[in-house]
């Protein structure tokens, strides 16, 4: 009995631990990875990173699909630059209600003035194994020398509500030296053909020009309803940092907003030396 019950637990143990796989298979990098699953169907996951390939095409987004939750994996998919030249980073994936799947990403000269590029995001329809032409979601040059294209992330309405299948995807300036500093919010109505921009804060929730990383968080309720939440330090508001969040019942055309929290005791970095501030 007792030989039977360990051989049991050694073979779910061996089980367990197949289950880590390397996906990326790279030799030089791979970063910033990125997974969701398939709202309808638990076993169709998708990995999206920023893969190396060479001197000439810098990063690329690469991704791979599993159909029978994450024990085999597809080939890798690459998706495509915009000018050559360009490098590729950031990478969030969304899925719509009839499990089409999308990927926005970052593709652009780099970090070093002049920077041009933007966000894009790209459809497929097969699960992830192939990928349509990418559409601007927004340029460098929408918010003069911001460069609004930093940490974009995406979220997908699949209520059954007026604004079902909207897409929002979500930026920051990738500027650090240009106040004051704003999140914002790129939204579809057409399934990701074309975006309207727009800001998230506003006066009196404005998230200011003293912190230079107002990233907002998206997210979509089972209203259809959009929640943003975003971080604030301006002293006429506040003596101290705050963090904000924004919602939209009309797919981003106007916002209310309430307080998630005032940070009135200052940390030490040493109280902390792991948190991402």
Known sequence: MKTVFFSTFLLINLLSFSQNQNLSRGFVF?????????????????????GWINLAEQFKIKTKSSFDGGLTWSEAATLPHIETGYSSADPSISFNRDGDIFVCYIDFT???????????????????????TPSAVITTTYDGTKWPIDRPWITIDNTTGAHSGTIYISSMNLNRDNPPYRPYLSVSNDGGTTFTTTYIDAEDWYAGSINPLPLCSPTINSEGNFYGAYPSYVISQSLYAQSFLAKSSDAGETFTYQKIITHTEPTRLGDYPSAKK
């Open 110 to 132: 780099g970090t070093e003035p002049p920077v041009t590029g933007g966000v894009y995001v790209s459809k497929s329809s097969d699960g992830g194994l192939s990928w349509g």
């Open 30 to 50: 791979d970063g910033e990875p990125y997974l969701s699953i398939n709202p309808n169907n638990s076993q169709h996951i998708i990995v999206a990173w920023m």
